[in-house]
Structure formats: structure tokens, C-alpha cells
């Protein structure tokens, strides 16, 4: 596979209604869109910066100029010789790498002619995907859960993180309203101290949440292990685990029970790969998650997870909140995400005009 032609072009997406989380709140999801050509065909991949991978739009756009360059004309017998150049084009900025990595892999997979889950050995086509509330009034909270399990959701991730008190109230209203069928988890986006974390958790101990996803800042490992060796809620690492070094850090230190995998954070298929294999070899289950995405990185990330025995829990549902997606073909049914049965990622892009 030669790469011939690399486009790319950003767009900002209005999402349906404002999202907050502990670390803030935000109006519209910032893409970055990649077109690769190989062949005659097309491989496509999108990236969204955050604060997790110190990105903008400014700084992928610029990584991308650099990446344009260094990869055309380049040849792989592997898509993930592709993440072995890139490493070498530019350092870190892994939400950019993500775009173009899966681009790749989308194109690998069409010449192979199969779903992209099917080409990295995978047998399922679908899994059951949460859909999450973020951080808003208890009453809101509470018309959110019921609209989304009229909706076919089976599990619902409830934001918190600001302030303990009010949290606890609002997951409480939320149980009482979805029952005890409907799997709970949360998720601090390291917002608490340790010490509100572990209260929090032994407060929360009765409402059966699956689990608590990264309760505290990303570079206190040790207040990780505490909660890890204490809460009565197994605690998920996120925000502190960007490579398969991060992986290793957290489990010799005991830091987690779980990961949470984003292909923006990690850099791509690839690199979540790597990641999630030192996870399994931990002994550690492992969820794919998103940042603002869309439907077709939101199929990646979906592909991927299918693939992978230790990818236990979906997070992928960012694509649900956009006003304006211009791809599709992904399909929600009965709680479940489920991937086209078409060649590579599946999934059509049209151009805003």
C-alpha cells in the first residue's frame, strides 16, 4: 500500500446541547478530518484535540502539514508501520496521529476487503454502548436518564466531579428513576481529592455502580492507590494512561482495577493496541471511550473494541450529541453499537457545502 494523496480539513460541529464535565463545558466538537488515497481508494479518519493530549485545532493542523509531507509516498506492508513512521515524523500530538492511523487502517482493510473489526480478527459486529449525562441540575439529570432508556440505552455514565454533595444527589435521583436493571457507571474526570473521592465512593456503595472512572488528578498516582486499595467501587483509569508506559506505571503502583482506551489519546489503532495489551497481560479489562467525536471515529474506535477480547465496556457516544455529523453508518440497536457490513471502517462522509 503506497500512500499517493493526504487530505485534510477541520470543522467545528455544533453539538445538540452544552456538555460539562468537571474540567468544563463546551458548545461544539473541533475535528480535524483526514482523506488518505491509495490505489484508487479512499481511507478516512478524523482526530479531536483536548486538554488530555495538550492539542487545538492550530496544533494538529500544523502537526498534519508535517505529516502530509513525511508520509507521502510512503509504502507499509502493515498499517502499523504507519505509527512507527509517524513517531518519527513528530513527537507526541496523538489525537493527529489518531486521524491519520486510522485512515490507514481503513484503507488496509478495503483492500482486504472486509470490515475493519473482521481484518484485526475480530467476530462480533456489535457491543453495548453507553450514553452519558454530564454535569447539570438533578432534575435535568433525571429527564435525561428516562429519555435515554426509553431510548434503548442499557447503561448509562453519569458525570460528576464539581461538588460531592450535589453529585451524590443527582446519582441517587438517577437510580431511583432507571431502575436496577440499568448499569450505572461514573466518572470524576479527575475533579475530587482523594479524600472526597473515597467518601464519595463509600456513599455511593448501595446504588451498584459498575464502576468510578478517574475521581482524581491524573498525576497522583499515589492517591490512586488508596482509592484502588479502599473504595468499595473499583476505580477506572483514564487521563493518566496515555501510552503502554503509562499502563505499566499504573498497574506497578496498583492505581486502577480497569482502563478506559481512547484512540485520541493513544495515537490511533495501532497504539491502542499496544496499550491494551499491556492491560490484559496486568490483568486489567479495558472500555474504549471517546472525546468529541464523530460517527467515524466513533466507528473506529468501535472496530477496534470488537476486536479485542479484553474490551469489556463501550464508551462511545459522542457522535450521539452532534447537531450535524456529516458521517453515518453506524447503527444503534437495542443498547448496542453496531458496524457496517461493508469493507474497511463502513462509513460515508459527506462534505458540508
Known sequence: MEIELIESATLQIPRK?????????????????????????????????????????????ETMKTLVKGLRGAEF??????????????PGTPAAKAAVDMAVFDLAAQVAGVPLCRYLGGTRDRMVTDTTIGIMSTANAVVHAKRWVEEGFRALKVKIGTNPTGDLERLRAIRAVVGDKIEIRIDGNEGYTWGQALQFARSAKDLNIAFFEQPIPATDLEGMRVLTESSPIPIMADEMVLTPNDAKKVRWGNAARMVNLKLMKHGGIARAMEVDTVCSSAGYPTMVGCMGEPELSIAAGLHFALASPNVRWLDLDSHFNL???????????????????????????????
Open 77 to 90: 506492508h502493515q498499517p502499523n508501520e504507519g505509527a512507527d513512521l509517524m513517531d518519527k515524523l513528530v
Open 323 to 353: 447537531a450535524s455529523d456529516p458521517s453515518s453508518g453506524l447503527a444503534f440497536k437495542n443498547g448496542h453499537l453496531v458496524v457496517p457490513n461493508k469493507p474497511g471502517l463502513g462509513i460515508t462522509v459527506k462534505w458540508p457545502s
Open 17 to 61: 446541547e452544552r456538555f460539562t464535565i468537571a474540567r468544563g463545558s463546551s458548545d461544539v466538537a473541533e475535528t480535524v478530518w483526514v482523506f488518505v488515497h491509495s490505489g484508487g481508494l479512499v481511507g478516512q479518519g478524523c482526530g479531536a484535540p483536548s486538554e488530555v493530549t495538550h492539542e487545538t485545532l492550530l496544533t494538529m493542523t
